[in-house]
């Protein structure tokens, strides 16, 4: 408990460092690039496309909720997918992006991957905006639960967080770990009912229970629940408390094996 303190104490004392440093990240992603900012957008959007069209146009899926088209259903299970990969992939390796702030003794290391996080939160920001204007177009009337996309979306990061932390100590002295967390997510994208409907293994309890077992499962649910179904957190109790127990658990280990680490990261890097 003393290191999540001693973090929430770091990033309050030096917000400012990290945010201007957030929004470094954020525009050195596309220094260089004639198209800049638009190459952000391209491949998930090409992504979206792609299923769309396999799914909607050649398996003729069958959207899970009435009266929504496939595309805006799959929007909203795609979206935190998309952020949670891409903050877990930054963090993953932000020590040897950052190795020289690292060398340095008075830098406190723990907030790197906090900056990486919020790096990937702005990119996050459009995409939500994105998928609101989607519904919208799509005749989808505004709704309250909207908002609650925020709280899913720091569920979301605390759960990025947590893996980071490890992913990244570990990357320091296992070069080979980033490769594990990019193949993982690959792998992991099809353990998540995002593309495909739950109720495909209705007649398979077992399936469903470890679909379900899947901590992003709640956020990926969460999130349509917000845009789509208008039904609140506090509807699914039984997984919001699985959910912060996994993800708090993940988090204090993760923190406490970046802790352990620390004081080897500038001999090897």
């Known amino acids: 408990m003393k290191e999540v303190i001693s973090l929430v104490g770091e990033i309050v004392k030096r917000r400012k460092l990290i945010w201007d440093l957030s929004k470094a ?15 952000m957008f391209v491949q998930p959007v090409v992504t979206v496309l792609i299923y769309f069209c396999i799914f909607q146009l050649g398996f003729k899926s069958v959207p899970p909720v009435p009266g ?3 595309v805006l259903w799959l929007v909203p299970g795609i979206v935190p997918w998309f952020f949670f990969s891409e903050a877990l992939n930054t963090v ?24 990486k996080l919020l790096s990937s939160l702005m990119v996050h920001g459009f995409f939500v905006i994105i998928m609101i204007v989607m519904a919208l177009c799509y ?33 320091v002295f296992f070069k080979d ?34 679909l379900k077992f899947n901590p992003f499962y709640y956020i990926v649910a969460g999130y349509r629940d917000s845009i789509l179904t208008g039904h609140w957190f506090f509807e699914r109790p039984t ?21 352990r680490l620390r004081p080897h990261f500038s001999d090897v890097l």
Do not use: H
């Open 25 to 39: 990240d954020f525009r050195k992603r596309f220094v260089g690039s004639y198209f800049g900012v638009v190459w």
């Open 68 to 70: 929504v088209p496939y």
């Open 92 to 115: 993953t390796g932000c020590l040897q992006e950052y190795s020289y702030l690292v060398k340095k003794v008075v830098f406190q290391v723990e907030v790197l991957p906090v900056i």
């Open 139 to 171: 005749g989808r009337a505004p709704m309250i639960t909207w908002i609650q996309v925020i709280y899913y979306t720091f569920a979301a990061s605390m759960l990025a967080l947590g893996i980071g932390y490890f992913t990244c100590a570990v990357n």
């Open 177 to 210: 770990m980033a490769q594990i967390v990019g193949i993982c997510l690959q792998f992991g994208m099809w353990l998540v009912p995002i593309m495909y409907q739950e109720s495909m293994f209705a007649d398979i309890p077992v399936v469903l229970t470890l």
């Open 239 to 259: 997984m919001t408390l699985y959910f912060w127990i996994v993800t708090l658990a993940v988090f204090f280990v993760g923190l406490k094996v970046f802790k």
